[in-house]
């Protein structure tokens, strides 16, 4: 089935040490999205790429870097987590841009812990 | 903001009852979508209504759009213990940006 893949679906890290988590997805969608959600809150736009081209929320911190190396994969950097970085981390993907048409498809999360 | 507002927080049902939860938002959009969230995973699209349609229905599932209100209601019928879950709407902005913005949601317990 196409899907939206996220790895790992736990990640624990230690303050200040840079993590990365994964996401790939089978649906050649031309968007991807990455979405910070703390507890009880709504999802918050972190960036998006359209195929190659990266677009960043102006209130994401600079703590936080992506990369899409193919269609399929896009990581999530934090260069130095602090602890109210601790949160999921939800990938999505859309067919193209215009959300007049597009749902988002989601993966099932990484929750990030930072000690 | 834009962001839409659900209403209520929480709602606890009986299994067979009906739910209802509302969605206020401040600005035109585009279109208005709902989402559902099991504890701990990721969001499911359940159904996207234009801003040109007033009802949409999707299996026990009927939503309603009222642009002069700039509201939404999602109305799940005959409820199950496996609809509890957190629904979240979300608006894509007028003038076709890629971004939707989510409210922070209803967290909907269906008890058996």
Redesign the interface.
């Known amino acids: 089935d196409a899907m939206v893949i996220q790895n790992p679906r736990y990640q624990v890290t230690q303050f200040g040490k840079p993590v990365t988590l994964s996401c790939s997805q089978t649906l050649n969608h031309n968007v991807m999205y990455w979405y910070q959600q703390k507890s009880s809150q709504a999802p918050k736009l972190l960036f998006h790429y359209y195929d190659k081209d990266f677009n960043n929320e102006a209130d994401t911190p600079d703590n936080f870097q992506s990369r899409r190396p193919n269609t399929s994969f896009c990581f999530l950097d934090i260069r130095s987590p602090g602890l109210g970085d601790a949160a999921m981390y939800l990938c999505a993907t859309s067919r193209d841009l215009d959300s007049s048409y597009n749902e988002q498809f989601f993966g099932p999360g990484t929750r990030l812990t930072v000690l | 903001s834009q ?1 839409g507002e659900e209403d209520p927080q929480a709602l606890s049902i009986q299994e067979g009852e009906n739910a209802t939860m509302n969605c206020s938002y401040k600005t035109s959009i ?2 208005l ?1 709902w ?1 559902r969230q099991n504890s ?6 359940l159904i ?1 209504i ?1 801003s040109n349609e007033r009802e949409k229905h999707s299996g026990r599932l009927r939503v309603t759009l009222d642009t002069s209100k700039k509201s939404s209601s999602l109305l799940i019928t005959a409820s199950r213990a496996a609809d509890t879950a957190s629904y ?1 709407c979300a608006t ?2 007028k003038g ?10 209803t ?1 909907l317990t269906v008890n058996p």
């Open positions: 962001q585009n279109n979508q989402y701990g995973r990721g969001l499911v699209h996207l234009r979240f894509g902005r076709g940006s890629e971004k939707l913005v989510f409210g922070k949601g967290k």
